[in-house]
């Protein structure tokens, strides 16, 4: 299986057309069917590394103030326990408990509603432990390698640049220097292979503080940049920066050709 690191943006990305979301309906049609999902968000940030392990994931509705049309989505895929187990056995000697609460947070179900709208393949969630750095979430992503070759889509979602306080409401809002800069040296750091430069993206300085000013957006692409290998080749099924400061940048890693 490919992998992939998508760029979530606002939770409406659910409920509209727009150019990522449509780039997000098309890799339906280029990819393999999995055998089951893993998702790795943003959103799900913990302290140790846990794993979802319910039948039943719940469609969790971690937002506020949106419309209600967005509370009523609901995204009732089946979970993957025995999948649980194995990524498991995967990460040892890492300890990763086993969650029996967590379903699926936006940053996964408003991505899935559009490329797998029948919300039949089984889906987990692999949380983000924010006490450990940047080489730890890489590294974990290499464990998890293997998990392609057992037909898993290992999906990280996020946003590469991801800075709340000066976003700007409104459409076609400029970005400014710093966001395109640093959307622009992950994209190229990506494409040349260089993951050094992704893991010690504070070294980028100024448009790195304010691109990253909290780590959970970005460590998702760690995740996918780790589980990926020679011979994958690197596209860019959408890109953009919206609302001033929010990257919509999507990485995919594939070994061979879509199909």
């Known amino acids: 299986m490919p ?22 309906r098309k890799l339906r049609e280029q990819l393999p069917k999995p055998r089951a999902i893993l998702a790795i968000s943003a959103h799900w940030f ?3 590394t846990q794993i979802a392990v319910t039948d039943r994931p719940a469609t969790l509705h971690d ?5 209600p049309a967005l509370y009523e989505c609901e995204y009732p895929a089946p979970g993957a326990p025995e999948l649980a187990g194995e ?6 000697p890492l300890k990763v408990g086993m969650d029996e609460d967590w379903g699926l ?31 730890f979430h890489y590294e974990l992503g290499r464990q998890l390698r293997p998990l392609r070759d057992r037909g898993v889509l290992i999906l990280a979602s996020g946003n590469v640049v991801h ?22 040296l992950v994209k190229d750091a990506l494409a040349r292979g260089d993951h050094q430069s992704l893991i010690h993206y504070p070294l980028a300085g100024h ?14 692409l760690l995740y996918v940049a780790g589980a990926s290998s020679e011979e994958d080749t690197v596209t860019f099924p959408t890109d953009g920066i919206e609302l001033g400061t929010i990257s919509m940048l999507s990485v995919m890693f594939n070994r061979r050709a879509a199909v």
């Open 207 to 220: 448009d790195a503080r304010l691109a990253v000013p909290t780590p959970e957006h970005f460590l998702p």
């Open 87 to 92: 990524i498991r056995e995967l990460l040892q």
């Open 105 to 135: 947070d936006h940053g996964t179900w408003s991505i899935l509603m559009h490329m797998y709208p029948q919300a039949e393949i089984p889906t987990l969630q692999l949380s983000i432990d924010a006490t450990k750095p940047a080489e």
């Open 163 to 184: 800075n709340l306080a000066q976003m700007t409401w409104g459409e076609r809002i400029a970005a400014p220097a710093w966001a395109d800069n640093f959307n622009t």
């Open 63 to 67: 937002f506020h103030g949106f419309p």
């Open 3 to 24: 992998t992939l690191f998508i760029g979530h943006g606002s939770p409406m990305n659910a409920l509209e057309d727009n150019p990522h979301t449509r780039a997000w």
């Open 46 to 48: 913990s302290r140790g």
